[in-house]
């Protein structure tokens, strides 16, 4: 089974602290993405990234940078981090089709962050 | 206007109800299909995956795609207490690329 390992469930912050949020997967995927979930507002996506070193944009890229040093490791970065930036933030990795065809989405547990 | 609209919820149900969740889209470009269930404090993790229109059956669970309509339907029979999660459509233009989510709707279902 894949397993996405967020290194932490929950975290506070201050506001202006930088925030790291690290993520971890262990079945070799190219692809990895961060998103942010909300109430009423979903899953939204950060950043993704296709391959070590490249990083693209999603929808709601503000406020946050990201650094893919390692095929395995995806890190989402909080700059300065504000009130807004709490949330469940939700990393995933996706590789090729799996016996079934299908290439889904591999979701860590999350990562609870409140700023305060 | 957003991509992708899922009816809100809650929903609550008897045990043994079908239960019907349904999504919206607007972009046409959309041809991977994919239902995620929830569980509190957890990750989403995939219920079904669908490629351009059509029905697909697993156990309880039916996934319909109509790309006609731009609408997405997840179908569960003889709903259990355990089937009480959030439920999240989404979609994607290539296959392993980036998803598009519904806001999830969230199911009880009682015993």
């Known amino acids: 089974d894949v397993k996405v390992t967020q290194s932490s469930r929950y975290l506070v912050k201050r506001t202006g602290e930088k925030v790291f949020l690290e993520c971890v997967q262990d079945?070799?995927?190219?692809?990895m993405f961060w998103y942010r979930q909300d109430p009423g507002l979903g899953l939204r996506l950060i950043y993704f990234?296709?391959?070590?070193?490249?990083?693209e944009k999603g929808d709601i890229p503000e406020g946050y940078s990201v650094s893919r040093e390692k095929k395995e490791r995806f890190s989402l970065i909080l700059e300065s981090a504000s009130t807004n930036q709490t949330s469940m933030y939700l990393c995933?990795?996706?590789?090729?089709?799996?016996?079934?065809?299908?290439?889904?989405?591999?979701f860590g547990n999350g990562t609870r962050l409140t700023v305060t | 206007q957003k991509e992708v609209e899922q009816d809100p919820g809650p929903l609550s149900v008897p045990e043994g109800a079908i239960v019907s969740l349904n999504c919206t889209y607007s972009?046409?470009?959309?041809?991977?299909f994919m239902w995620y269930r929830q569980y509190s404090r957890k990750g989403p993790e995939l219920l079904m995956y669908t490629y351009s229109s059509g029905n697909k059956e697993d156990g309880r669970f039916t996934a319909q795609v109509d790309k006609s309509s731009k609408y997405i339907s997840l179908f569960i029979r003889d709903s259990q207490p355990s089937d009480s999660a959030t439920y999240l459509c989404a979609m994607s233009v290539t296959n392993a690329g980036k998803s598009t989510f519904g806001d999830g709707t969230t199911l009880t279902v009682k015993p």
């Open positions: 079945m070799d995927h190219e692809n």
């Open positions: 995933a990795s996706v590789g090729d089709r799996d016996r079934l065809g299908n290439s889904p989405l591999h």
């Open positions: 972009n046409s470009a959309f041809q991977y």
């Open positions: 990234s296709y391959d070590v070193k490249m990083k």
